[in-house]
Structure formats: structure tokens, C-alpha cells
């Protein structure tokens, strides 16, 4: 595939805030700015997100910063490839490759974060984090097979993911935080609200796995035989 189509999800609830804000805020950038300046950016934000989860035990302040590093993450892993489209520069393999690398692991930080910090138990921010990487590794099948990129599912993306996670850690800061004994093991609201959250993930995943296996069953009809190709080349089906 020699082009990557990227969209975004026109039910994306801050589409259409990123949408007139991004393209602005990219060209007001000063020209010694690249893309991959705001994609370093994205990653050593995601990356001190995590830390900042971990070290919330000792104080709520790390909360507060981890909600003002989530903006920084925003601006960095938002604008990288606004700024390329701003400026005609994209390279979209490159591009393609180097955002989604970054992201898988930004992913893992902020899991492991989370799971080592007093909110969240480790097996269940791992689950979400293998609930992530399952949705991704569908996006990335959708990219190969029809040739376009729809990251996110529904009504949440990235941005949306963002504004939930500053909530929680708001709230998490501010000490709304009841635990639960289950079996002896502390299970609190955010472990439930996460289980919750990764149901939902995968309930949503398979929907898009039911629509895109119809989608390319009526592409690609079954018991339907191949005509030979011109050069006699083996046909697969």
C-alpha cells in the first residue's frame, strides 16, 4: 500500500473544536517548529504522565500534573501531523509508522502508570492495555485490507480518551476515591469504573469486526470462483 488515507471520525465528540483549533494553532507555530518536534513532545509528555501516576500515592499534586501534562500531550500528538498537512510536508508512511510506534508505547506508560499507582490494580490496567493494543491491531488490519485509517471507535478518540482520564484524575486529586474489599483484595471505584470502561471497548470492537467482516464478504462473496489471471499467475481466494 503505497498511501495511507487518514480520516477522522465525523462523531468524534471534539471534531469539530480540533478541527477549526488544530489547523491555527499549527500555523502560528514558528518555522524552526517540525513535526517531529511535536511528536517528541507527545511521547515525553505520555512518558512523564506515567511517572507522575506512580508517584501519586505520595502526593495529589502529581495528579494535578499529570492533568496539565495531558494537555501538553494533546498539543504534541495532535499537531504532528496538522502541522505536516499546514505545511505540505507530510510523509505519510513515515508519519504513519513513527505515530503509531510512539503511541503503542505512550500507551504502556501511562497503564503501567496507572497500575502502579494506590487507584488502579495492575492486573486491571493491564487489561486495558491489552484491550488498547486489540483495538489498534484492528485499525491497523482496516488500513491494510481497505486502504483507509479510522483510529477510534464511535464517539470517543484520543482527545475524548484525554478529557476522561484529567476528570478522573480531578476527582481521584480531590479525594473522591471509595474502596471496596472483595475477597480481601482493595477494589476501588476506578478499578470498576476501568472494568466497565474495557467491556465497552470490546463491545465496541467487535461491532466494527461484525461490519467490516459484511462490508468485505459483499466485497468478496464466498464459493465464488476466480477466472484466471492474463498471466496465469495462481489465484488466491
Known amino acids: 500500500m503505497s498511501e495511507v488515507?487518514?480520516?477522522?471520525?465525523?462523531?468524534?465528540?471534539?471534531?469539530?473544536?480540533?478541527?477549526y483549533t488544530l489547523p491555527r494553532m499549527a500555523a502560528a507555530l514558528p518555522k524552526w517548529v517540525v513535526p517531529d518536534h511535536m511528536t517528541a513532545l507527545g511521547a515525553i509528555s505520555a512518558a512523564a504522565i506515567g511517572v507522575c501516576?506512580?508517584?501519586?500515592?505520595?502526593?495529589?499534586?502529581?495528579?494535578?500534573?499529570a492533568n496539565f501534562l495531558w494537555l501538553?500531550?494533546?498539543?504534541?500528538?495532535?499537531?504532528?501531523?496538522?502541522?505536516?498537512?499546514v505545511r505540505r510536508i507530510e510523509r505519510p508512511r513515515y508519519g504513519y509508522y513513527l505515530d503509531h510506534t510512539v503511541d503503542m508505547f505512550s500507551v504502556a506508560f501511562v497503564c503501567l502508570g496507572l497500575g502502579f499507582s494506590p487507584y488502579l490494580l495492575l492486573s486491571v490496567a493491564l487489561m486495558m492495555l491489552i484491550a488498547y493494543y486489540l483495538m489498534s491491531i484492528n485499525v491497523y488490519l482496516e488500513t491494510f485490507v481497505m486502504g483507509s485509517f479510522q483510529f477510534g471507535y464511535e464517539y470517543i478518540g484520543?482527545?475524548?480518551v484525554r478529557v476522561i482520564l484529567i476528570l478522573a484524575g480531578s476527582a481521584l486529586a480531590l479525594g473522591f476515591e471509595p474502596v471496596l474489599e472483595l475477597r480481601n483484595v482493595p477494589f476501588g471505584t476506578l478499578d470498576f469504573l476501568t472494568l466497565i470502561g474495557i467491556a465497552v471497548m470490546l463491545l465496541m470492537l467487535l461491532r466494527r469486526i461484525v461490519a467490516n467482516l459484511g462490508s468485505l464478504a459483499k466485497l468478496e462473496p464466498a464459493n465464488v470462483v476466480k477466472e484466471p489471471s492474463a498471466t496465469g499467475g495462481r489465484q488466491q481466494g
Open 53 to 65: 501516576y506512580a508517584l501519586s500515592g505520595r502526593s495529589p499534586n502529581y495528579l494535578w500534573a
Open 72 to 85: 501538553v500531550n494533546w498539543v504534541g500528538d495532535s499537531m504532528d501531523g496538522t502541522l505536516a498537512r
Open 158 to 160: 484520543p482527545t475524548e
Open 5 to 19: 488515507e487518514h480520516r477522522r471520525e465525523p462523531k468524534y465528540i471534539f471534531r469539530s473544536f480540533e478541527a
